[in-house]
């Protein structure tokens, strides 16, 4: 046999039809593209049912706000329904003070007044309103509000030595501090009043 002849004859065929070739990927095509939808659907599943959580989330978020806000309100409302209960009879004695007063009976407008003013302080009282002790404490800007120094030979310096308007406070926050005339060093107001 020749050797030109040997190289020449036909070489083994390989199967390369797309019959053979076909069935290997386009099956693990296909199985990708099944698994692929099966994710994809079920990534939608779960966002589907975060997005239904979060809504629902949102939606008792928004009604617990407006219940607060109803209760907050109606309590409110209360609260200011029972101090005008507990002011009325104030009120009424005020009324019988200025009919004393119009009759000129000053006894009478002066127990009147007296009456007033306690049944005001006692209502007040009962809510939690406090005075602040201020007369003759050291000076605490905290519950003072000095609006004078005055020197002093009988204070320390310091000191509160007149109140000109009361302070409150309703239980621990300041409802309004004391105006007061505070002591300051005697020679201090002697060395001002030279300097002028």
Request: one cysteine or more; glycine letters at 6%.
């Given at each position: ?9 036909p ?5 390369t ?11 693990s095509?296909q199985?990708?593209?099944?698994i692929?939808a ?14 239904e ?6 939606a008792?978020f ?5 219940r ?59 809510r ?12 605490d ?6 609006i004078?120094c ?12 007149q109140v000109?308007?009361?302070?409150y ?6 409802v ?11 020679d ?9």
């Open positions: 046999m020749d050797k030109h002849t040997h190289q020449r004859g070489a083994p065929k390989k199967d039809s797309p019959e053979s070739e076909a069935p290997t990927a386009g099956a095509d199985k990708v593209a099944e692929s099966q994710m994809a659907e079920e990534l939608r599943r779960e966002r589907d049912e975060y997005l959580a979060l809504q629902r989330l949102q008792e928004a009604n617990f706000r407006k607060v806000l109803r209760e907050s309100e109606q309590a409110g409302q209360r609260a200011s329904t029972q101090m005008i209960e507990e002011l009325l009879p104030v009120l009424d004695n005020f009324e019988r003070a200025m009919q004393a007063a119009a009759e000129h009976d000053q006894e009478v407008l002066s127990g009147g007044v007296e009456l007033v003013y306690n049944q005001l302080r006692d209502v007040l009282v009962k939690g309103l406090c005075e602040i002790d201020a007369h003759g404490q050291p000076f800007p905290n519950q003072h509000d000095a004078l005055q020197p002093s030979a009988e204070h320390e310096e310091g000191t509160v030595m000109i308007e009361k302070g406070q309703l239980e621990d926050r300041m309004r501090p004391a105006k007061v005339i505070v002591s300051k060093d005697l201090a107001g002697r060395d001002e009043g030279g300097k002028d």
